[in-house]
C-alpha cells in the first residue's frame, strides 16, 4: 500500500449536463426484455433485486447457453479468496461461439468483415469462421497440440488470428496472444512464463503503411524461449522469410492436406478449466499472466456484450481494440460471437491514410456500434470535425469507450461528431483482471459526460479508504468491489501470492488498483491508477518493465518511470537515469536510450522525455518512490513521506 496517492480530486460534481435515454431505445432494450422476464419496469428495483439475486441472475444468463453437461453449483468460495463458478458442469466456449450457430440461421450471417492496413477486405461467415477454425484446430492437433498445452500467439489483426484463438480453445488448449506492437523480449519473456510449446504468427504485416517483420522479431524470441517446440507461420504478406526446418510450418501448406469437411469436436471441459492467460502490467516485478477460465467467463462477456452494448442480430458491430489486449478476447472476439454478432475486424490506425479512416470505416461498413478509446476520440479531435462530417454516419446507434478515463470534453465531441448528438455513449470500466464490464451504463440509464455511471446489474462496486470505509460524495477514494462475478480472473498463472493480494489489499474485497470519486447520484467517475501502472494510450505499462530494460543498457546505473498527463495519450510515459560513470548525458544517449527500449518491450513503450539525473529519491530500504518523483514533477505536494517507508 505504500505508493497509494490520490490525484486530480476532478470537477465530476460541476459536471451538471445529464442525458436521459430515450424512450424508444428503452422499450426495445436487450435489458428490458429481461427485466420484464424477471417483473421490472423500473431499473432502480431491477438493480436492487439483482444484488441479492445474483447468482439467479448469472443462472439464467449461463441457461442461455450451451452445455455439454450442467453445473451443479453456481458459486463457490473454495478456499478464499479463490473461487468457482458453475461447478460440475462440462462445457466449450467455442462451441457457444461457433457450433451451436452452424444449426441456426446464423450460420449464413457475416461473423467479421475484416479491413486490412491498406484497404483491402474479407468477409467471413459463420461457417467459413468454423471451417477455418476446424481445419486450423486439426493443424495444431496433427502438430500435437492437446487438452492443457499453452499456444502463443503473436499475429496482426487478420482472421487467421481469431481462428487461432478459437482453434486453440476448441482443442482445450489454452492461448495467451501476445500484442503485435511487443518486441522480441517482451515476447520471449511471456512464452516462458507461460511454458506455450507453440507460436502461432505470421510473416509479417504493415501497420499505418510501415512494414513489421514480425516473423524475425519472433525468430530473434524464440531463440531466447526453450518451450517453444513448433512455429506456425501464416502468410500475411507472401514475403519469404527465414523458415527453421523442423520448427517452422507455414499455415497454408499445413491446411493443404486438410479437407474443408474436417471437424475437430470441440473438447468438453470443466468449467473452470483455464482457457487463456493474458499477460499484463502490475505495480511491481514481471508482467503477470492472468488466468481466465471457460465457463464463467463466458457467461459474463456473453452477458455484458448483450446488455452494455444492447445487441441485436441485424448490429454491425465494430470494437476497435486489438486482440492482443483484453478488450480485443472479450469484445471483438468472444462476447460478440457467442451473441452471433457481425464485426468489423480493423487491421490499421485511425488516422492511416488520413484522420477520415474509422469514419469510412463506419459508412463502407455501416456499423451500427462503435466502441473505441478515449486516446482514438481525443486524437482524432484535433482533426477538426470535418473529417466525420464527410461521411455517412447514420448506421450508427450507440457508442461506447474503454481504457482510460473519458474527459466530459472528449465524450461530448463523440456525441455531437458521430452520435448525431443523440446516441448513447457507454463510458465502459473494467480491467484484463476483471474479463468483462462492471461499471458502464446500460441503456437504462441517464448519462453523464466524463461518467462510467453505475456498476453492472449483481456487481456491487465502493470508493473506500484504505481501512475499507466508504467514502463521502465528492471526496477520493480506492475503487473496490465486494462479490465475485463470473468472468473475474481466476489466479495469476505460476503466482497465486499475487493474485491475493488482489483481496488482501483491503480485506475481501477486490481492490482494483483505481481512484475514483462518487456524485450524489451514485455515479462513478473512476481517475486512473493509483500504483506504478502507466496507461499510454489506453496501453497498460508498469514502471518496472520500462526501467528493467534501461538498467539492461550498459550506460544505465538507475531509472525510474512516471506517467505524466498527456491531452491526447491520457498520459505518456517519462523516465529519470542515472548513468554509469564514464558515460555522457548526451542527445545521443537519449535516442541511444529510446532505441534500446524499443527493441526491447516495443514502440508503445518508448519514453516520450528523458532527463538524466545524478540520484532518485529511495525509501530506506532502497526502493524508488516513484509517488515522490511524480509529485515533484507534476508541481503537486509530495504528502507525508514517512508512509513511504516499505
Ligand atoms: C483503466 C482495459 C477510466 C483503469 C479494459 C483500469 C478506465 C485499467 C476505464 C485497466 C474507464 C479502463 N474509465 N479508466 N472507462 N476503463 N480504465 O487491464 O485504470 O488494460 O484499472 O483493461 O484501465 O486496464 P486493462
Known amino acids: 500500500m505504500s505508493n497509494l496517492g490520490f490525484e486530480n480530486t476532478d470537477t465530476i460534481l460541476m459536471e451538471e449536463r445529464i442525458f436521459p435515454p430515450s424512450k424508444e431505445l428503452v ?53 478464499k479468496p479463490f473461487f468457482q463458478w458453475f461447478v460440475g458442469g462440462k462445457f466449450n466456449i467455442v462451441y457457444n461461439c461457433l457450433d451451436r450457430h452452424m444449426q441456426t440461421p446464423t450460420r449464413h450471417k457475416v461473423a467479421f ?43 496482426p489483426a487478420i482472421p487467421e488470428q481469431v481462428a487461432a484463438l478459437l482453434a486453440v480453445a476448441r482443442l482445450g488448449a489454452v492461448h495467451t496472444v501476445i500484442f503485435g506492437g511487443f518486441a522480441a523480449n517482451a515476447l520471449s519473456e511471456r512464452i516462458i512464463d507461460a511454458q506455450a510449446k507453440v507460436l502461432i504468427t505470421a510473416d509479417g504485416n504493415y501497420r499505418a503503411g510501415k512494414l513489421i517483420e514480425l516473423k524475425k522479431i519472433a525468430d530473434e524470441a524464440m531463440s531466447q524461449s526453450p518451450t517453444i517446440e513448433t512455429a506456425v507461420v501464416v502468410r500475411r504478406l507472401g514475403q519469404e522469410v527465414p523458415m527453421q526446418a523442423g520448427r517452422d510450418h507455414y499455415l497454408d501448406e499445413l491446411l493443404a492436406t486438410i479437407p474443408e469437411d474436417t471437424v475437430v469436436p470441440c473438447e468438453p471441459m470443466e468449467s473452470e478449466d483455464l482457457l487463456y492467460i493474458l499477460y499484463t502490467s502490475g505495480s511491481t516485478g514481471k508482467p503477470k499472466g492472468v488466468v481466465h477460465v471457460q465457463a464463467g467467463y463466458a457467461v459474463g462477456v456473453y452477458t455484458t456484450t448483450k446488455f452494455v452494448f444492447d445487441i441485436k442480430p441485424d448490429d454491425i458491430y465494430w470494437c476497435t481494440a486489438d486482440i492482443g489486449w483484453v478488450t480485443g478476447h ?22 492511416y491514410p488520413e484522420p477520415d479512416r474509422y469514419w469510412s470505416v463506419v459508412e463502407k461498413y455501416k456499423v451500427s456500434i462503435l466502441y473505441t478509446s478515449p486516446t482514438a476520440i481525443r486524437g482524432l479531435m484535433r482533426f477538426g470535425e470535418q473529417w466525420p462530417a464527410k461521411h455517412d454516419l447514420s448506421s450508427l446507434r450507440l ?41 458502464s451504463p446500460t441503456i437504462r440509464q441517464p448519462l453523464k459526460p466524463g461518467s462510467a455511471t453505475r456498476p453492472l446489474p449483481t456487481i456491487e462496486a465502493d470508493i473506500v479508504d484504505s481501512n475499507g470505509k466508504p467514502v463521502p460524495v465528492g471526496k477520493g477514494g480506492f475503487l473496490i468491489v465486494r462479490h465475485p462475478w463470473p468472468a473475474q480472473m481466476r489466479t495469476i498463472y ?15 474485497v477486490y481492490f482494483a488498483g483505481d481512484a475514483a470519486t462518487r456524485d450524489d447520484l451514485g455515479y462513478i467517475r473512476v481517475q486512473g491508477r493509483v ?25 544505465v546505473a538507475e531509472a525510474a518511470a512516471i506517467g505524466k498527463p498527456d491531452p491526447v495519450k491520457g498520459e505518456h510515459v517519462k523516465v529519470f537515469v542515472i548513468l ?10 537519449i535516442a541511444e536510450l529510446k532505441k534500446h527500449v524499443r527493441a526491447t518491450v516495443g ?26 518523483i511524480r509529485a515533484k514533477e507534476l508541481g503537486q505536494p509530495v504528502g507525508d513521506v514517512s508512509t513511504l517507508e516499505s
Do not use: C
Open 27 to 79: 422499450e426495445q432494450a436487450n435489458l428490458t426484455a429481461y427485466m420484464r422476464s424477471k417483473g421490472f419496469e423500473d431499473y432502480e428495483a431491477f438493480y436492487q433485486w439483482s444484488l441479492s439475486h445474483r447468482l439467479e441472475f448469472w443462472e439464467d444468463m449461463a441457461r442461455e447457453l450451451h452445455w455439454f453437461q450442467p453445473w451443479q453449483t453456481t458459486f463457490q468460495w473454495q478456499d
Open 113 to 155: 468483415y475484416w479491413e486490412g492496413d491498406g484497404g483491402e477486405s474479407r468477409t467471413l461467415t459463420y461457417e467459413d469462421l468454423y471451417v477455418l477454425t476446424n481445419r486450423l484446430a486439426k493443424a495444431l492437433q496433427n502438430l500435437g497440440v492437446k487438452k492443457g498445452d499453452r499456444v502463443a500467439i503473436y499475429m
Open 330 to 351: 472479450s469484445y471483438i472476439v468472444y462476447g460478440p460471437l457467442a451473441n452471433g454478432a457481425t464485426g468489423v475486424l480493423f487491421e490499421s490506425t485511425p488516422t
Open 399 to 439: 457508442l461506447g469507450t474503454v481504457g482510460e478515463p473519458i474527459n466530459p470534453e472528449a465524450w461530448m465531441w463523440y456525441r455531437h461528431n458521430i452520435g448525431h448528438d443523440s446516441l448513447p455513449v457507454m463510458d465502459t470500466w473494467w480491467q484484463t483482471e476483471t474479463g468483462m464490464i462492471l461499471i
Open 494 to 508: 505460476g503466482d497465486p501470492a499475487r493474485y491475493r493480494s488482489y483481496w488482501e489489499t483491503i480485506p475481501d
Open 531 to 555: 500504483d506504478d501502472v502507466i496507461k499510454v494510450s489506453g496501453h497498460r505499462l508498469g514502471s518496472m518493465e520500462i526501467e528493467s530494460s534501461l538498467v539492461s543498457h550498459p550506460a
Open 580 to 589: 554509469k560513470q564514464g558515460n555522457e548525458a548526451s542527445e545521443a544517449m
Open 603 to 628: 514502440a508503445l513503450a518508448v519514453p516520450e522525455e528523458l532527463e538524466f539525473v545524478p540520484s532518485l529519491p529511495k525509501t530506506r530500504s532502497g526502493k524508488i518512490m516513484r509517488r515522490v
